[in-house]
């Protein structure tokens, strides 16, 4: 398994994780180390700020799968597989929103405005 692929792994058993903490199946302390899990692993937020060179980046390489490892023995088998299913089936599919479309256009619109304006005013000064 290539680095891409373990990547792509993560990324679905993090989503898996997030399901299964949503499932009312669940156990509360499956439901808490799962919880914190993908917070951390969806969080800007690290223990170690990946600035520091080499440790910056040993708690997403560690605990993170590590952590990841935790709550899905925690997860019941039954709602960790209905999870998975359901990960999978979410990563397949394209995330579509019409309100990121929409907010996307407006703002290459107000871009090309400013634009617009900013060389009307600069040729304005140019000639005059």
């Known amino acids: 398994m290539d680095l891409r692929e373990r990547a792509r792994a993560l990324k679905r058993e993090t989503l898996a994780l997030y399901y299964a903490v949503r499932d009312p199946r669940t156990p509360w302390l499956a439901r808490l180390v799962a919880g914190a899990v993908v917070a951390y692993a969806l969080s800007p937020i690290d223990l170690i700020p990946d600035f520091i060179p ?7 390489l560690v605990l993170v799968p ?6 899905l023995r925690l997860v019941p088998a039954e709602v960790l597989a209905q999870a998975r299913t359901r990960a999978a089936s979410a990563l397949e599919r394209p995330a579509r929103s019409a309100a990121a479309a929409v907010i996307i256009i407006a703002l290459w619109i107000v871009g090309a405005a400013l634009v617009v304006w ?9 000639t005059g």
């Open 118 to 126: 900013w060389l009307a005013k600069v040729l304005r000064a140019g």
């Open 54 to 60: 080499v440790l910056g980046y040993l708690d997403d």
């Open 66 to 71: 590590l952590g990841i490892a935790l709550a």
